[in-house]
């Protein structure tokens, strides 16, 4: 049931320097640091500790480290940065899948081109997936069938993945006969 | 798409713009011509008493004109004939044939704004291109860089290019650098002219960290002559001879043979012929390192021989 042979499927590769830019900035879902291949000249590195890791971490101290509250503000912070950024910036992410191409998103909303943005997918395998029949989100889902919050639907979790949306698909499983529904199984942890 | 058929012309009209620039003016003998691409060339053939030239000329005429076209071309001292022709002996209402319109070099559609730089006669293309980002409310600026004495013609034709338009004489121009500093993400530059200058180009806009995709170069005039060669092909066992002001290209059309080309300057691969023996001097933009070193493919249009004889798997 897990692969289900859908080749359009983005891969990742681990994150290196790229040396043509000039200003290197580094997105984490989680907590960093960033990989050592990053590390090798001035990096910029932004990072997110939830509030409840408040006064269990260390401080930032190099030059450049910030630490967010949630990913949802360091996505906000990101296209503010990027409104006022000029060539020569290469933007490296690295989280679960919805994560990074929020971050492609708003990079490509800002002018950077596919060869100015590395992706790295890392932490949980937890899926967004947007309902095909109400186009409601269903955040982290990790079963292979999930019950949309928006319209109640049971949604077979397909492999198919949106990179505009960054979500997955998911569709009515029992459409042909409703109330027929298997048994979920636990795929994405 | 690509059309093969060459399409009957007629000089409408010839203007000269300065001691060494002339504009020619063309309409079709019927008919309209296609509509082309910002950026796009054509290949005149032109029919001297002795020989006959199919050059490349960039359309400075807007794309979606189509009752005529025109070219700027620059006479030469150096050059295979062919602008010598064009200036000293057209006329109008001489016959001409044309091909149709390719472009090999596109305004890049995902880009937030345009940086054009000229370097002389290196502006053509850009005059295609100024019309249609104008018509698409476009961010651009065109930098024309050229002698002292040409800064007036280059002005007068970007006379309509509206506010972005910088043209730099030979003093207190401003430097590449300075140019492409400070760009918002999603900037591209584009550069015709001069080899020297277009590396330049390239180099400033790398040092800034540009990414590739983001650096387009128009490679025409790469047609120069050089030490006159040889040419022997392995299939049908012909000889020819390729003189210092031709190139191997119009050495293979002059004897006959329907070679392949498209741009005539390097840029598109279109011409790449097998080379059974000999040594390549290699000019072209298409071939990777590999390929040059591996020394069996070269393009017809630009490249020569650095050895007596080539042998051509033609």
């Known amino acids: 049931m897990i692969d289900q042979g859908i080749k359009s499927r983005p891969t990742y590769e681990a994150l290196r320097r790229d040396p043509t830019g000039?200003?290197?900035?580094?997105?984490?879902?989680?907590?960093?640091?960033?990989?050592?291949?990053?590390?090798?000249?001035?990096?910029?590195?932004?990072?997110?500790?939830?509030?409840?890791?408040?006064?269990?971490?260390?401080?930032?101290?190099?030059?450049?480290?910030?630490?967010?509250?949630?990913?949802?503000?360091?996505?906000?912070?990101?296209?503010?940065?990027?409104?006022?950024?000029?060539?020569?910036?290469?933007?490296?992410?690295?989280?679960?899948?919805?994560?990074?191409?929020?971050v492609f998103g708003i990079?490509?909303?800002?002018?950077?081109?596919?060869?100015?943005?590395?992706l790295k997918q890392s932490g949980t395998l937890a899926r967004r997936v947007q309902c095909v029949?109400?186009?409601?989100?269903?955040?982290?889902?990790?079963?292979?069938?999930v019950r949309?919050?928006?319209?109640?639907?049971?949604?077979?979790?397909?492999?198919?993945?949106?990179?505009?949306?960054?979500?997955?698909?998911?569709?009515?499983?029992?459409?042909?006969?409703?109330?027929?529904?298997?048994?979920?199984?636990?795929?994405?942890p | 798409m690509i059309l093969d058929r060459l399409i009957p012309a007629r000089?409408?009209?010839?203007?000269?713009?300065?001691?060494?620039?002339?504009?020619?003016?063309?309409?079709?003998?019927?008919?309209?011509?296609?509509?082309?691409?910002?950026?796009?060339?054509?290949?005149?053939?032109?029919?001297?008493?002795?020989r006959v030239w199919k050059n490349a000329y960039s359309l400075v005429t807007p794309p979606d004109q189509r009752d005529g076209y025109a070219i700027i071309v620059r006479r030469v001292r150096d050059s295979r004939g062919g602008s010598h022709f064009l200036h000293d002996h057209l006329?109008?209402?001489?016959?001409?044939?044309?091909?149709?319109?390719?472009?090999?070099?596109?305004?890049?559609?995902?880009?937030?704004?345009?940086?054009?730089?000229?370097?002389?006669?290196?502006?053509?293309?850009?005059?295609?291109?100024?019309?249609?980002?104008?018509?698409?409310?476009?961010?651009?600026?065109?930098?024309?860089?050229?002698?002292?004495?040409?800064?007036?013609i280059f002005r007068e034709l970007l006379a309509e290019a509206g506010a972005g338009v910088t043209v730099h004489g030979e003093t207190s121009r401003r430097s590449f650098t300075e140019v492409l500093t400070d760009q918002p993400l999603g900037t591209h530059v584009y550069t015709c002219g001069p080899a020297g200058m277009m590396e330049a180009v390239e180099a400033a806009a790398r040092d800034l960290g540009w990414p590739e995709a983001a650096i387009h170069k128009e490679s025409f005039g790469g047609a120069e002559g050089g030490r006159p060669f040889r040419v022997t092909l392995a299939r049908?066992?012909?000889?020819?001879?390729?003189?210092?002001?031709?190139?191997?290209?119009?050495?293979?059309?002059?004897?006959?043979?329907?070679?392949?080309?498209?741009?005539r300057g390097g840029a598109c691969g279109v011409c790449l012929t097998g080379v059974v023996d000999g040594e390549i001097e290699h000019r072209d933009h298409v071939l990777t390192e590999e390929e040059r070193a591996g020394g069996r493919l070269m393009a017809t249009c630009v490249s020569r021989a650095r050895s007596d004889v080539l042998v051509l798997d033609l």
Not at chain 1, 107 to 118: C, N
Not at chain 1, 168 to 176: L, M
Not at chain 2, 97 to 117: D, K, T, V, Y
Request: glycine share 12%; net charge negative.
């Open chain 2, 91 to 152: 006329r109008p209402g001489d016959r001409v044939e044309i091909g149709p319109p390719a472009s090999l070099f596109p305004i890049a559609s995902l880009a937030r704004r345009h940086i054009l730089i000229g370097g002389g006669i290196g502006l053509t293309p850009f005059l295609s291109y100024v019309p249609v980002l104008r018509a698409r409310g476009a961010a651009f600026e065109l930098h024309q860089y050229c002698t002292d004495e040409e800064t007036g």
């Open chain 1, 133 to 145: 029949h109400c186009k409601t989100f269903n955040e982290g889902v990790t079963t292979t069938i």
């Open chain 2, 236 to 263: 049908s066992g012909r000889t020819l001879d390729v003189p210092e002001t031709q190139s191997l290209l119009e050495a293979l059309e002059t004897a006959g043979i329907e070679a392949p080309c498209l741009c």
């Open chain 1, 22 to 102: 000039r200003r290197h900035l580094y997105l984490c879902a989680g907590e960093g640091p960033a990989p050592d291949a990053l590390s090798d000249g001035p990096l910029e590195s932004w990072t997110v500790a939830p509030a409840a890791a408040e006064g269990t971490l260390r401080r930032p101290q190099g030059e450049g480290e910030r630490r967010f509250r949630s990913s949802r503000q360091l996505l906000d912070t990101l296209g503010r940065r990027l409104a006022g950024e000029r060539m020569g910036l290469r933007l490296y992410a690295e989280g679960p899948e919805d994560f990074l191409w929020d």
């Open chain 1, 107 to 118: 990079a490509q909303d800002h002018g950077l081109g596919r060869s100015e943005v590395f």
């Open chain 2, 11 to 50: 000089v409408a009209g010839i203007d000269s713009l300065g001691p060494t620039l002339k504009r020619f003016r063309f309409e079709p003998e019927s008919g309209r011509f296609p509509t082309a691409a910002p950026g796009a060339h054509i290949l005149v053939t032109l029919r001297g008493p002795e």
């Open chain 1, 148 to 188: 949309c919050a928006g319209c109640g639907a049971n949604l077979f979790v397909r492999d198919h993945f949106s990179r505009r949306l960054s979500a997955f698909q998911g569709v009515k499983i029992d459409a042909e006969q409703p109330g027929d529904v298997p048994q979920a199984e636990r795929a994405y």
